[in-house]
C-alpha cells in the first residue's frame, strides 16, 4: 500500500497519523507531459483517462523538439487529490512519457487560449459587436457584410466573458484551442 493511498471514509486525527490527508473537493490542475512523438502515444494518453473516468477539459498538444522527437500535451482536467496523484502516477508510468509536471502546484503558470468567434448581425448589434471585441482586444480576423470573425487569445475566463457578451449580439459559432500553459520564472 503506497504512502498516498487513504482509506475512503477514514477521520482518523491522531497525532501519530502521519499520512497526508487528501480533501474530497475536486481541484483544477494543468498537467504538462513531454513526451516521445511517436504513432500511439496520444492515444495511450487519452486512454488513461477514458479508461479510469477521468475526465479532460482541455488538451492540446504539439511537437516541441524537433531533432529529439518529443511533444508536449498540456492537459487540464479536475479531480480530487488523489484523484490528480494518481493520474500524474499513472502518465509517468507510460513508456513513451518522459516528464511529467504539474504546473499548478509546481509554481505560477502562465495560461493561455486563443478563440475565433463568428458574431453575425446587423446595424446597432454589428457596432456592439466591434466595440465590445476591441475593449477585449480581439482582432476582426474575417468580415462580411452580415458577420465577422474574432480572433482573441487570453485566458480561458476572458474567452468565457467575450462570448458570453457576444451570445445577444449574434454569436453564431466557437473555435478554441484549448490551454497552453508554462510555468513562469527560470
Do not use: C, W
Not at 60 to 77: C, K, N, P, Y
Not at 154 to 160: N, Q, R, V, W
Not at 165 to 184: N, Q
Amino acid at each position: 500500500m503506497s504512502a498516498l493511498h487513504i482509506k475512503k471514509g477514514s477521520t482518523s486525527h491522531s497525532a501519530y497519523n502521519l499520512r497526508p490527508t487528501f480533501s474530497d473537493v475536486e481541484e483544477r490542475h494543468t498537467l504538462a507531459v513531454l513526451v516521445e512523438n511517436e504513432p500511439g502515444v496520444l492515444a495511450r494518453v487519452i486512454g488513461l483517462f477514458s479508461g479510469r473516468g477521468y475526465n479532460i477539459d482541455s488538451l492540446t498538444v504539439a511537437e516541441v523538439d524537433h531533432t529529439g522527437h518529443l511533444s508536449r500535451i498540456t492537459i487540464v482536467t479536475t479531480g480530487t487529490p488523489q484523484v490528480i496523484e494518481q493520474i500524474k502516477a499513472q502518465l509517468g508510468r507510460i513508456v513513451s512519457v518522459r516528464e511529467v509536471h504539474d504546473l499548478t502546484v509546481e509554481g505560477r503558470a502562465v495560461e493561455r487560449e486563443l478563440a475565433m468567434l463568428k458574431v453575425a448581425g446587423q446595424g446597432d448589434k454589428r457596432v456592439e459587436a466591434l466595440r465590445i471585441a476591441e475593449i477585449f482586444r480581439a482582432k476582426v480576423v474575417d468580415s462580411t457584410l452580415s458577420s465577422f470573425v474574432f480572433e482573441i487569445t487570453g485566458t480561458p475566463e476572458k474567452i468565457d466573458a467575450l462570448a458570453d457578451l457576444m451570445r445577444p449580439l449574434g454569436l453564431v459559432e466557437i473555435a478554441r484551442t484549448g490551454i497552453a500553459a508554462l510555468l513562469r520564472g527560470d
